[in-house]
Every structure is written in structure tokens, then in C-alpha cells.
């Protein structure tokens, strides 16, 4: 059974004002429980991160130097919001908000329910992207990793398999894009339509500014024109394939982080065989067309 959340306590007159609740008391406790006001929840490979750093120079926004917490759809019920995840937001500083980016969040099938329950007020933020766009940019990622290592055609016959026999894909990259059925999964686990605010990968790319300051908005927060960084930009791994996994593996250590930051190359990948493209296309029309239905508006991406 998950933990019954607790009420963070409200920040005095004072405070309020200077739009930021102190991290702790003159007695040196915390006037609130480390835990999030807002996720972005994904997709995968459609700009979490660098949504998440322009949200993080906000004075108001808080979020963990580690971006993402892989917390929620990885803990059993009883672990959820453990001291653990608490400690993610360690050096919290009393900003007004507390946030962080999973993109696993929107996949994975118990997330909604363990997210809702926890966090019964979180406000949530959904970044998609032309499925098939992403499924390229996620191929290319896991070959850069070691997750990958065959074609990119042979990566979709081998999840089509695994995916055949109930089993869930780690590396997805169909299933993913199927944002319709993630996103429904949340309204299932009693998710409030008021508290999403879905990101269109292409619209934010064409006018970062007016994106960010949506999601600012959306949040609760002062609109400042902070923009948008690129991050994690498509590059090459010269590590032969049977090193990448291991060395990804380890790049938590002063030793990983050197040799993988050194193995990367900037790196334009070729474009997608069109028999492949137009395949793909074809298999995620009728999810995208529910998609747009449960959204209430059009999508600017691919149709057959």
C-alpha cells in the first residue's frame, strides 16, 4: 500500500512574499517535505532535459542537478516516496517549487497510479514528438549506449517479439510513441486534465521563448524568458559496440564519465530508409488520430 502523503506546511506571510518557502525553521527543520510539485513524465527523446534546465534557472523552480529520479514504476507500493526519493531533492534551497524529469514516468504502467497517489496535486508535464521521429532519435541513442547494437529495422523486429510475448521493451521504439495509451493510463489512475500540460517537441523547437513561458505559466510561476538549450544532441560512440554498454554502465564513476565524454563525436544521422519511414507512418495513424481526439487538436507530424 503506498504511503498516505502529508500536507507540506504553508509558507508564513513572509515567505510567501519573497516568493520562496526557507528550507528550514530557526529550530533547523523543514517547513515541507522534500518532495515535488510538478514531473515531466516524457516522452523519451523529446527535449525532457532541455525543458528541465530552462525550468531550472527560474528563481522559483527547483530542480535536482540530476534531472531525473527513476522513482515512480521502479519501487514496489510500499517504497514509494521513500527517504530515498526525499533525498533526491537534498540541496533544495527553499525555491517555491520542487520539480524533476523522468521520462520513464509516461511509460511505464504503474507510474500513473503511484504518481497520483503520492502526489495527489502534482501538476504534470507531457512532451511528445512525432513518434516516428523519436523512434529514430531512440535508436540512434541506444546504439550510441551499447543498448543497440543491429539495425535499426532488426531493433524493431526484435521489440515487435518481445513486446509479442507480454513482456515489456526496454528499449522501445514503437511502443513509446503510442503516447495515446500512456496518456490514458493517467486518466484512468484519476488524473485531473487540468493538472497536464502536453509540450509538442516541433512547436517548442520553433519558439522555444513562447514554450517555456507556457509551461512557467502552467506551473504557477512569474513567465521569464529563459529559452531553450540544446541537450543531449545526436552524437557518435567510436567505443567498439561490445565496450559501449559497459562503459554507459559505469559512467556514474570519475573513470566512466571520462572515457564515454571522451569516446563521443558530433554526429548527423543518415536519414531513415523510406520503406522504413513509411511503414512506420502507417502503424501509429490510428493512434495518432486518438491521440489528437483526446487532446482536442491537431499534430504537426507525419501522415500516410
Known amino acids: 500500500m503506498s504511503p498516505e502523503p502529508t500536507e507540506p506546511t504553508e509558507p508564513t506571510d513572509a515567505t510567501a512574499a519573497a516568493g520562496a518557502r526557507p528550507a528550514v525553521d530557526p529550530g533547523g527543520e523543514r517547513l515541507r517535505p522534500l518532495r515535488p510539485d510538478w514531473l515531466i513524465i516524457g516522452a523519451q527523446k523529446c527535449g525532457t532535459t532541455s525543458l528541465a534546465v530552462a525550468l531550472g534557472r527560474h528563481p522559483d523552480i527547483f530542480v535536482p542537478a540530476g534531472k531525473e529520479a527513476h522513482h515512480f514504476g521502479t519501487v514496489h507500493d510500499a517504497g514509494v516516496g521513500g527517504e530515498d526519493y526525499a533525498g533526491f531533492f537534498a540541496g533544495w534551497q527553499g525555491e517555491r517549487l520542487i520539480g524533476e524529469a523522468t521520462p520513464e514516468y509516461l511509460y511505464l504502467p504503474s507510474a500513473p497510479r503511484q504518481i497520483l497517489g503520492y502526489l495527489p ?22 546504439v550510441r549506449t551499447g543498448v543497440i547494437r543491429g539495425s535499426f529495422e532488426q531493433a524493431l523486429d526484435d521489440e515487435a517479439r518481445v513486446l509479442g510475448r507480454g513482456r515489456y521493451s526496454f528499449t522501445s521504439l514503437v511502443d513509446r510513441g503510442r503516447y495515446v495509451t500512456q496518456l490514458r493510463r493517467y486518466e484512468a489512475a484519476g488524473l485531473d486534465r487540468a493538472a497536464l500540460h502536453v509540450v509538442i517537441f516541433e512547436e517548442l523547437v520553433a519558439d522555444p521563448v513562447a514554450g517555456v513561458e507556457a509551461v512557467q505559466r502552467f506551473l504557477g510561476v512569474e513567465p521569464l524568458a529563459l529559452g531553450l538549450e540544446l541537450r543531449n544532441p545526436a552524437r557518435l560512440n567510436r567505443l567498439p559496440a561490445v565496450l559501449r554498454g559497459p562503459v554507459w554502465r559505469r559512467r556514474g564513476t570519475r573513470w566512466g564519465r571520462h572515457v564515454y565524454g571522451r569516446s563521443l563525436v558530433p554526429f548527423t544521422p543518415p536519414p531513415m530508409a523510406p520503406a522504413t519511414r513509411a511503414c512506420l507512418v502507417e502503424a501509429f495513424a490510428p493512434y495518432n488520430e486518438a491521440l489528437a481526439t483526446w487532446l482536442g487538436r491537431d499534430l504537426p507530424w507525419s501522415t500516410p
Open 121 to 142: 496535486e502534482v501538476r504534470l508535464v507531457a512532451m511528445l514528438r512525432d513518434p516516428v521521429d523519436r523512434a529514430w532519435s531512440a535508436y540512434w541513442h541506444g
